[in-house]
């Protein structure tokens, strides 16, 4: 069964400085791909960036990267120069069948 | 691109009564999922469509939960005969093509209460 976890239920970061985000999951499978998922306190989920298993190079959107260590079944988001709206829930998923599972969440708070 | 549109935002009722939303998918995207989330929980797969076929339901939708999508556009989600633990965001998600190597894009959910 794919599992994905989240062991950091909280984070804080002060603002400008940067955060790592983890997340590690579980499967047999050899090709599929990882998301990170940001949800504001709006609720509305949105992808902040998405990682191909085949593919060795890390990806990066803007100040959000990631890195990926298939071996390990790691997958962490680094948020750069962190912005008073970033400001979220985070959750880290792998696309399985058609369908997303979510690990349960890292809550993030950065401060001014 | 409109998103994703969910209604109603909010949904209380009494335990026992029927509810019913509604998912508008972004126009072009073919599959359109559902998720539940709890409090402080990642989202949970419900089921999915594809076009107009029920492609998977998960073990979580018991036979009081259906799910339809008629002429592959629009899709709602029945709960029969509520009860208490059926209290949760209840979230729509649509894609252009098979999750793995297209995002899903979500609406803001369905808030539901049971009293």
């Known amino acids: 069964a794919q599992t994905v976890t989240q062991s950091q239920p909280e984070m804080s970061v002060q603002e400008a400085e940067t955060v790592t985000l983890s997340c590690t999951y579980d499967?047999?499978?050899?090709?599929?791909?990882l998301f990170w998922y940001k949800q504001p306190p709006s609720r509305q989920m949105i992808l902040v960036i998405r990682q191909e298993a085949y593919k060795q190079q890390n990806a990066t959107e803007n100040r959000f990267s990631v890195n990926f260590q298939k071996a390990a079944k790691s997958f962490s988001l680094k948020i750069s120069d962190s912005q008073l709206g970033d400001t979220a829930m985070y959750f880290c998923a792998f696309a399985f069948e058609g369908k997303l599972i979510f690990g349960a969440g890292t809550r993030l708070a950065v401060h001014p | 691109d409109t998103g994703v549109s969910q209604n109603p935002r909010h949904k209380i009722t009494k335990r026992g009564q029927n509810v019913t939303f509604r998912c508008d998918p972004i126009?072009?995207?073919?599959?359109l999922y559902w998720y539940r989330q709890t409090l402080g929980q990642g989202p949970e797969f419900l089921t999915y469509?594809?076009?107009?076929?029920?492609?998977?339901k998960s073990r979580l939708l018991s036979d009081r939960f259906s799910a339809e999508r008629p002429k592959g556009s629009f899709s709602t989600l029945e709960i029969q005969r509520t009860e208490q633990g059926d209290s949760a965001m209840y979230l729509c998600?649509?894609?252009?093509?098979?999750?793995?190597?297209?995002?899903?894009?979500f609406g803001d959910g369905t808030r539901l209460s049971i009293l």
């Open positions: 499967t047999s499978e050899n090709n599929y791909y």
């Open positions: 998600a649509s894609s252009l093509g098979a999750a793995f190597n297209q995002p899903q894009h």
């Open positions: 469509f594809q076009n107009e076929a029920q492609l998977e």
């Open positions: 126009s072009e995207h073919n599959r």
